[in-house]
T-cell receptor, first 112, second 114 residues
Framework: QKEVEQNSGPLSVPEGAIASLNCTYSDRGSQSFFWYRQYSGKSPELIMF????GDKEDGRFTAQLNKASQYVSLLIRDSQPSDSATYLC????????????FGKGTKLSVIP | EPEVTQTPSHQVTQMGQEVILRCVPISNHLYFYWYRQILGQKVEFLVS????????KSEIFDDQFSVERPDGSNFTLKIRSTKLEDSAMYFCASSEGAQADEQYFGPGTRLTVT
């Protein structure tokens, strides 16, 4: 059973701080990883994806991947109240599979 | 910016009735997906579709479910005989390629089975 695990939170950070969101996955064959943001009652919105070990930066967001530890993280710098949402980690297992396996998500609250 | 669209936004139906959820994927995308999210739970994969056939389906996607691309733009999910436990948000997604390509989600259809 392929699993993606996330701490459900809530994670509260003050405005302007760095928010750190973490995710682990069970399938060592997973090839690529995605971070989605989901506002309450809305659909998942793609923020970033990462395939290779190391860091990938896009604006205020940095995704980090460590395949040896089966660990993915998302850092949000200069957090804003509008970043308050649930952040979903998802993994592609590859090997002919087309599906994304999602974690339950971490709820982030940015306090003004 | 191109986006996935879904209709209706909310569908209420009685148990045992058939429902069809509709999606228009992003125009140059070739792979289409349905996911569902029961309230308070994780997003779950139902089915993927490519070249007019199902490429993968989950255990959830049993005989009561079917998908179709009736024309060049629409992609539909049919639930033949709805059950109370089918109540969920249903999301359509599309990607340009498969396997590691980014999937973009539509706004969802909230299905309520009474």
């Amino acid at each position: 059973q392929k699993e993606v695990e996330q701490n459900s939170g809530p994670l509260s950070v003050p405005e302007g701080a760095i928010a750190s969101l973490n995710c682990t996955y069970s399938d060592r064959g997973s090839q690529s990883f995605f971070w989605y943001r989901q506002y309450s009652g809305k659909s998942p919105e793609l923020i970033m994806f990462i395939y290779s070990n190391g860091d990938k930066e896009d604006g205020r967001f940095t995704a980090q991947l460590n395949k040896a530890s089966q660990y993915v993280s998302l850092l949000i710098r200069d957090s804003q109240p509008s970043d308050s949402a649930t952040y979903l980690c998802a993994a592609y297992s590859g090997a002919g599979s087309y599906q994304l396996t999602f974690g339950k998500g971490t709820k982030l609250s940015v306090i003004p | 910016e191109p986006e996935v669209t879904q209709t209706p936004s909310h569908q209420v139906t009685q148990m045992g009735q058939e429902v069809i959820l509709r999606c228009v994927p992003i125009s140059n995308h070739l792979y289409f997906y349905w996911y569902r999210q029961i309230l308070g739970q994780k997003v779950e994969f139902l089915v993927s579709f490519y070249n007019n056939e199902i490429s993968e389906k989950s255990e959830i996607f049993d005989d009561q479910f079917s998908v179709e691309r009736p024309d060049g733009s629409n992609f539909t999910l049919k639930i033949r005989s709805t059950k109370l436990e089918d109540s969920a948000m249903y999301f359509c997604a599309s990607s340009e390629g498969a396997q590691a390509d980014e999937q973009y989600f539509g706004p969802g259809t909230r299905l309520t089975v009474t």
